[in-house]
């Protein structure tokens, strides 16, 4: 194995755990701070907004600068920002330093790949992208529930410390082990969103935006409904996340295996149904006896990982059956609208738990997953071309 992947892995993975402790210290965040808990959901709602709309500005404006020195220094960049999170005092501070963080996490995660296929040679770049990706998978799935779990014990602080020393140390590897010779893209922005023009591709874009608008309003606020809905104690969220982590890492792979044997569009129909129902289901099994609770909690946590995780291969291959010679840059597209999404659902959720309480925001979040579906049927069901 190529040791040059393993750290750009490691980056991937260090930025996963990041997005999935931030779910989780967001109570925390609030008490230290002084707000509420969707005045904390802000955090999640400034990274969103600049992952989304900045990272195609700085992929952009760095075209000409060799990917090296743009994972390397974007790594670096989360890394510094990870530290500040974990040292700076005041709220207005933090949301700096997580809009920052995320224009860093954004910037690496938009080159890492493509650094991985520059790296490898053609029958093994499949392979190389694989090792980059499982690294965030991994993240989600092991690095997040020890991270909650570390939260808890020694404080959210250390726990960023402990990330942004992480990065630090994958940044400064990978200055010293990368090529300096590999070539950035120097495409316009209006090269990178021409794709938007193609038929049917704004339905498919806005089909990510509305799906993870419905799955962050619940994701973003996972440690209330654990806590305040299902009446479980706060040292549960480590396997709340693990039980999610899992389901992530299993959806690809079902998903993938559901795109080929049955198409994009129903694949990615019967996911968001079924999100529709794990979520409306959240309030009922609240309701059950204590001794129901936990277990249900953490099937319907596991089940939501699975559709949220496994709605990413059917979007791609519908991405790449309407641009089949752009697909680049309709996954690049797919990346802002998913972040818009999330940025959407953080504010809007927010309110909605502020004002209307933790049911609400389970009702409201299946509302907007049936949303969804109607955009995702709005998609041209076109069959694949053939090699």
């Known amino acids: 194995m190529d040791m040059r992947l393993v750290w750009l892995a490691l980056g991937a993975f260090a930025g996963s755990v990041e997005s999935s402790l931030i779910v989780a210290v967001l109570p925390a965040i609030s008490s230290e701070t002084g707000v509420t808990i969707g005045q904390a959901g802000w955090l999640v709602t400034l990274y969103a907004l600049f992952y989304g709309l900045g990272t195609p500005l700085i992929s952009t404006a760095l075209g000409r600068v060799d990917r090296r020195t743009v994972v390397a220094t974007a790594e670096f960049v989360f890394g510094c920002a990870s530290l500040a999170l974990g040292l700076l005092p005041e709220f207005i501070m933090l949301a700096i330093a997580r809009s920052v963080l995320s224009m860093g996490a954004g910037t690496f995660t938009s080159t890492a790949q493509s650094t991985a296929v520059a790296l490898s040679d053609a029958s093994r770049r499949g392979r190389a992208v694989a090792i980059v990706v499982m690294g965030g998978s991994l993240g989600v799935a092991i690095g997040s529930p020890i991270a909650v779990w570390a939260s808890q014990s020694f404080g959210w602080r250390p726990a960023y410390l402990a990330i942004g020393g992480l990065a630090i140390v994958a940044a400064l590897t990978m200055w010293r082990m990368l090529p300096g010779d590999i070539a950035g893209d120097r495409r316009t922005l209006r090269e990178r969103i021409s794709v938007i023009h193609v038929p049917g591709m704004k339905w498919a874009l806005a089909t990510s935006g509305v ?37 992530a890492v299993a959806g690809t792979g079902i998903g993938g295996w559901l795109t080929d044997r049955y198409g994009g569009r129903q694949t990615v129909v019967v996911m968001i149904g079924l999100l529709v129902v794990q979520f409306a289901a959240l309030p009922l099994i609240a309701m059950l006896p204590e001794v129901l609770v936990l277990p249900l909690y953490l099937l319907d946590t596991f089940a939501f990982g699975i559709c949220c995780w496994g709605l990413a291969p059917p979007q791609i291959s519908r991405l790449a059956v309407l641009a089949p ?47 969804a579906v109607a955009v995702a049927w709005m998609v041209p069901d076109r069959k694949p071309r053939p090699a």
């Not at 440690?223 to 969220?237: D, K, N, Q, R, Y």
């Not at 959407?344 to 907007?368: D, E, K, P, T």
């Open 211 to 247: 799906m993870y608008a419905a799955s962050s309003m619940l994701l973003t606020y996972t440690a209330p409904v654990t806590t305040e809905l299902m009446g479980l104690a706060s040292s549960w969220l480590p396997m709340v996340f693990l039980a999610f982590g899992v389901g």
């Open 325 to 371: 010679a752009s697909v680049q840059l309709a996954a690049a597209l797919n990346l802002t609208s998913m972040n818009l999404g999330v940025a959407a659902a953080a504010l809007g959720g927010g309110w909605v738990l502020q004002h209307h309480g933790v049911v609400a925001l389970c009702l409201v979040a299946a509302l907007v997953a049936v949303a």
